[in-house]
Nanobody, 129 residues
Framework: VQLQASGGGLVQPGDSLRLSCAAS????????MAWFRQAPGKERTFVAT????????YYADHVKGRFTISRDNAKNVVYLQMDSAQPEDTAVYYC???????????????????????WGQGTLVTVSS
């Protein structure tokens, strides 16, 4: 599978933005999916994840309550709704896919970069007044 992230751009603090991650085939319906981000000069860090069943959703503490991850398996797309964007959200955002059929107990592994084997090219989000 290949992933294509889109929807990035320049927004002002407090604005909303929706990122999309389109997959090249329908296998993402059987994959755990995630968003990570990488700010300039920093490491890539976890933002949000949704399990392949859609039942397990986790967020990084710094985006909890502001960002929402969702998936539309019929369209082979995963979304990241960003509300109340802040300057510290400025980064390149990457979507990522796990291997098909994986389930983890406990599900903490869904927060790890090493869990994901397929990455999109990234989309730049800049939050600035």
């Amino acid at each position: 599978v290949q992933l294509q992230a889109s929807g990035g751009g320049l927004v002002q603090p407090g604005d909303s933005l929706r990122l999309s991650c389109a997959a090249s085939d329908d296998t993402i319906s059987n994959r755990n999916m995630a968003w990570f981000r990488q700010a300039p000069g920093k490491e890539r860090t976890f933002v949000a994840t949704v399990s392949r069943s859609g039942q397990n959703i986790y967020y990084a503490d710094h985006v909890k309550g502001r960002f929402t991850i969702s998936r539309d398996n019929a369209k082979n797309v995963v979304y990241l709704q960003m509300d109340s964007a802040q300057p510290e959200d400025t980064a390149v955002y990457y979507c990522a896919a796990d291997r098909p059929g994986r389930t983890y107990s406990p599900p903490t592994r869904l927060r790890l970069r090493s869990t994901y084997t397929v990455w999109g090219q990234g989309t730049l989000v800049t939050v600035s007044s």
